[in-house]
């Protein structure tokens, strides 16, 4: 059961450059998530998406997009990437949106990206 | 919008002792509080979570109050052992849509 799997692990880019990270889930989980993580502010969210086919914005969606390919694929894209998207990135997925011990959300291992 | 502030940013605890990491969130309104441990290069993980309508929850050697007149909440560890050591982060949520994190405390035990 390999959970959530986002690739890639490590990614360095040049500014200006574009790219996907990946994101799937093999739970059936309905809502899936992009949070990014910076020494000392925790996981910020970066879009979210409820179900297929639909996405919306979190704390902080400015320099990202995403697509909801499938149920269990969800992908974050930096079009042109800046030294400020430089974070680790987490995938998530939650089973239902809230009821009963549906809250609990699953992360992906994480994606390092370095922006220079 | 949801803020939550967490404390200490680091701690440090002879093993075998007690560890207390404490939260505070700003609205009223939130209703679930999950724990999360992450051990160094790899995803955050649930250990614990506690709704509005409970003020303790308890597993083995993990514990969470809460006090929502406070509007705070904290994570107990008990007889900690070396593999605690971890990011710890505590978050709140109003709606199942988004979950505020905490800026995380580095827990170190020390053998």
């Known amino acids: 059961n390999a959970g959530v799997t986002q690739t890639p692990k490590f990614q360095v880019l040049k500014t200006g450059q574009s790219m996907t990270l990946q994101c799937a889930q093999d739970m059936n989980h309905n809502s899936m998530y992009w949070y990014r993580q910076d020494p000392g502010m925790g996981l910020r969210l970066i879009y979210y998406s409820a179900s297929e086919g639909t996405t919306d914005k979190g704390e902080v969606p400015n320099g990202y997009n995403v697509s909801r390919l499938n149920k269990r694929e969800f992908s974050l894209r930096l079009e042109s990437a800046a030294p400020s998207q430089t974070s680790v990135y987490f995938c998530?997925?939650?089973?239902?949106?809230?009821?009963?011990?549906?809250?609990?959300?699953?992360f992906g291992e994480g994606s390092w990206l370095t922006v220079v | 919008g949801e803020n939550v502030e967490q404390h200490p940013s680091t701690l440090s605890v002879q093993e075998g002792d007690s560890a207390v990491i404490k939260c505070t969130y700003s609205d009223s309104a939130s209703n679930y509080f999950p724990w999360y441990k992450q051990e160094l290069g790899k995803g955050p993980q649930l250990i614990i979570d506690i709704r509005s309508n409970v003020g303790e929850k308890k597993d083995q050697r993990i514990a969470v109050t809460l006090n929502k007149t406070a509007k705070h909440f904290s994570l107990h560890i008990t007889e900690t052992q070396p593999e605690d050591s971890a990011v710890y982060f505590c978050?709140?949520?109003?709606?199942?849509?988004?979950?505020?994190f905490g800026s995380g405390t580095q827990l170190t035990v020390l053998p």
């Open positions: 978050a709140a949520s109003v709606t199942a849509r988004q979950l505020t």
């Open positions: 998530a997925s939650r089973a239902k949106e809230w009821t009963g011990s549906g809250n609990t959300i699953y």
